[in-house]
């Protein structure tokens, strides 16, 4: 079947719901509410919103088509409205001020979630200021404020299905999309208060991924994960949150949480759930998580307004966090209903003076009824009212919790097929596969080259490696990696270049396809790529006698006779050997990335004293922050300025990750001759923090050629995250280091996990050639 998430949203606190295996949060184990998901004094109807597969998403889609008639079902529309900052740049473009102008005024307004430009420019002096300072401004300023809010645009809807029990041209005015999607005119608002029934069919890459991983446990080990299932204690997935090890994790990925797990240490399925509602932007600025942190660790006093409040809060350490908490506390010290608390906490969210004064009113009424002293209810009214701003669904931080433990079981105990479903579900995304393809080898799994004899259609387990998929090749896709692969299990491996061509269709193979599967180095089994890609048109001779003869019937059993000689294997033709700069580059303009090595893994020995900054270590960095980096060009967009300057934006790569860096007219013009694409550069850079991401802008640029071209450097540093190193680890390096004797002195780097960095220099000194940077970078937890 399409595998299914354990549940999302308030659903996942009925009871009904998991005896249907809707979801599979038991509601009673965790003190979830039903009537936060569905109550006598709800107005509306609750979605239920379900987590599919997002390869298989469009297969559910299909179904619910056939089930209930294609005139009855259809996709929601959604409207993209002009929020504040989007309505400032888009009327500065329509005025044509000039763009610096406008992103100076935009980067005023605060990053505060949804906030509308009349607040900002009340909360945010300097922005006022900068509006009445210019004319020009002002007017923009004013359109601005009478635009935001409008739709700007139509889309369809990412989850929402809408099920009709009569053809929905009857209902509702349709609408169809620029791809051809036949969606509703009405959005999910205006569907609901029609009264038709929607539905959020969810496509998630991570079920992809648990789901393939749990195949590849089976096939390659014969071992049956059932991971609906799993033990909710197992001491080494903690561990592995509580260092922080969380990169494709499920909700746990970013450097913030990254951090905030290592200083948490959690140890029960309780506290991810408690870290998925406290990882948000308001808990975040009203300095929750360092409180929540201290009294998990003692640090701060766990007190209890009330006895009654205990059972409620002990688990959150005193902390109002759920929104179920919101209710429980109204039910129990005011004799609220649980409907009538689930009112509560919608005025609370909402904040509107005349509902919360009634419901004040309301909450102190009852808890006067209790014998609650009047003061200590109205402290606990405020403290809910301050907290329900922040509060979360714990039905939903629940459900998404397990999904992330699973996702952390399967990294720690099979970490090599889960790499592989995981690189495989990311494979047209060149950025995340850079990213993981680090991280796999900072976990001691080698990334194989593709291979004709080795290859599957995407990327796979061998051992304690993962081998590059066929159909990832420029130009190649998946008819070509199966007709490969089903040649292969039919006859067996490859022997030559000639026996490729007589076995394979020429309708799968043409001159580019060949000369992808060279320069990839997937051909590397059947001979030196020189030779090879020299071979070409031999080889394409072959191929197409070949395929000839098998359409006229003559390739088999009776293909040579007297008529007609079997045809002679051709020599592979002599070629002038490809540097080492060459191999790489064919290399990554057919995998999109490096594989068996890195044109900055020879300079590394060489930088010790330069300080640079990995980029996989650029978010966190502080706005504005000049830092140094090592990367290579690896494409570029020109720009023009509104004057007419030159500049560009370049994408950038080290061997860490991908970066997008920009180069504005002044320093472009000074840098010009030197930013070429592949050239390995030492840079100065400018970190820029906005609202879409970070991104860089360049300051000054060296070639590191003419670095490294100085005397060696007196010291080979190595980066250790001791988090990760383990025995074996270090048995690894200790081995490499005794391997190459030389003479230039190891420096350690020692990450501990709390953040701080210790500096050890080694006893043994190493001839630090590329090959040995290379092999010790890829032992785990070396980080550079």
Known sequence: GVPVGPGRGSAAGSLVSYALRITDVDPLQYNLLFERFLNPERVSMPDIDIDFCMRRRGELIDYVTRKYGRENVAQIITFGTMAAKAAVKDVGRAMDIPYGEVDRLAKLIPNTLGIELKDALEEAPQLKAAVNSDENLKELMAVALRLEGLSRHASTHAAGVVISPRPLTEVVPLYKSNKDEITTQYDMNALERVGLLKMDFLGLTTLTVLHDTVGMIEQNRGA???????????????????????????QFESHGMRDILRRYQPTRIEDLTALNALYRPGPIQGGMIDDFINRKHGKTKVAFELPQLKD??????????????????????????????????????????????????????????????????EKIFNLMEEFAGYGFNKSH????????????????????????ALLTSEAGNTDKVVKYINEARGMSISILPPDVNESDLYFTPVGEAIRFGLAAIKNVGENTAKAIRESRMAQGEFKSLYDFCERIESRFLNKRVFESLIKSGALDSLGPREPLLASVDDALATLQRASRMRESGQHGL?????????????????????????????????????VSGHPLAKYASRMADLKVVSLDQIEGQRNGKEIAITALIVSSRPMRSKKGARWAIFTIQDMTGIQELLAFPESFARLEQILKPGQPLLMKVRVQVEEAGT???????RLLQDIADRPVSSEFPVRLDLRRMDDQAMERLTELMEGSPGNCPVVFELCRPDGSVAVMRA????NASPELVEAIRQVRGVMR
């Open 558 to 594: 009776f293909m040579a006779t007297a008529a007609a000689p079997a045809p002679i294997p051709f020599e592979l033709h002599e070629a002038e050997p490809w540097s080492e700069e060459e191999r790489l580059a064919s290399e990554y303009a057919m995998l999109g990335f490096y």
């Open 224 to 250: 049956k994960i059932d991971i609906d299932n799993l033990s909710l204690e197992d001491e080494e997935t903690y561990k592995l949150f509580s260092r922080g090890d969380t990169t494709a994790i499920f």
């Open 695 to 701: 991104r860089l802008s360049l300051q000054e640029a």
């Open 312 to 377: 409620i809060l002990e688990e959150t350490y005193g902390v109002i966090l759920y929104q179920e908490q919101v209710m429980q506390i109204a039910n129990r010290l005011a004799s609220f209903s649980l409907g009538e608390a689930d009112i509560l906490r919608r005025a609370m969210g909402k904040k509107k003076k005349e509902e919360m004064a009634a419901q004040r009113a309301k909450f102190m009424a009852g808890c006067a009824a209790n014998k609650i002293p009047e003061k200590r209810a």
């Open 763 to 766: 006893q043994q000194r190493v």
């Open 397 to 420: 931080s629940c459900a998404y919790a397990l999904l992330a433990y699973q996702t952390a079981y399967l990294k720690t105990h099979y970490p090599v097929e889960f790499m592989a």
